[in-house]
């Protein structure tokens, strides 16, 4: 069974930074893009930063140039570094990935949370 277990959430000052980790086990398989998403309380979903397995990234504008997303492919895991934190970070953040046969896995989330 295929599962993704975050670590690195907490709590930070504004300004401050985390990393975020994500390792994926069960799988046979190396997975495709590997995702963070985060969900504030009454928002929707959003999706944060994204990297293929050829490294290439994509951010949301909200955290561009402050939050870098890198991956051990050998290690099915994935990295969330953010930095110059904000209060609207604030934020479950979840890690996502694509498999093979484009199944999709969530893991359980790790709560963010920036102080003013």
């Known amino acids: 069974q295929v599962q993704l277990v975050e670590s690195g959430g907490g709590l930070v000052q504004a300004g401050g930074s985390l990393r975020l980790s994500c390792v994926g086990s069960g799988s046979n398989f190396a997975f495709n893009t590997m995702d963070w998403y985060r969900q504030a309380p009454g928002k929707q979903r959003e999706l944060v930063a994204a990297?293929?397995?050829?490294?290439?990234?994509n951010y949301a504008d909200s955290v561009n140039g402050r939050f870098t997303i890198s991956r051990e492919n050998a290690k099915n895991t994935v990295y969330l570094q953010m930095n110059s934190l904000k209060p609207e970070d604030t934020a479950v953040y979840y890690c996502?990935?694509?498999?093979?046969?484009?199944?999709?896995?969530w893991g359980q989330g790790t709560q963010v949370t920036v102080s003013s």
């Open positions: 996502h990935a694509v498999g093979f046969m484009r199944k999709e896995y």
């Open positions: 990297i293929t397995s050829g490294g290439i990234t």
